[in-house]
C-alpha cells in the first residue's frame, strides 16, 4: 500500500479511529457522507478546514482496507 500521511491513528483521538492528521474528523466521516450522496465539492465546502487531498486518501485507505484477500484455511 502507499504511504497515506494525511492519515493518523492517535489511541487519545476519537478513540483511536483513522483520522484526517490534525483533524478530530475521522475517516469514516468522510466515506459515509460520501456514500450518502453529497458530492467531494459538498464535502469539503461543509468542512471548510478539509482538502481535497484529504478526502482522497481518506477513500484511498477505505478501499485498502476492503480489499478482498482469499486465504486457505488449509490445503486438501
Known amino acids: ?3 497515506l500521511p494525511i492519515i493518523t491513528f492517535d489511541p487519545t483521538v ?4 483513522a483520522c484526517i ?3 478530530r474528523v475521522t475517516v469514516g ?3 459515509d457522507l ?3 450522496g453529497p458530492s467531494a465539492d459538498w464535502i469539503l465546502a461543509a468542512y471548510s478546514y478539509l482538502e481535497q487531498e484529504n478526502f482522497d486518501q481518506s477513500l484511498a485507505y477505505a478501499a485498502w482496507r476492503l480489499e478482498e484477500r482469499e486465504v486457505p484455511l488449509f490445503l486438501p
Open 34 to 36: 460520501w456514500v450518502a
Open 29 to 31: 466521516t468522510v466515506v
Open 1 to 3: 500500500m502507499e504511504a
Open 21 to 23: 492528521r490534525g483533524q
Open 14 to 17: 476519537m478513540g483511536g479511529k
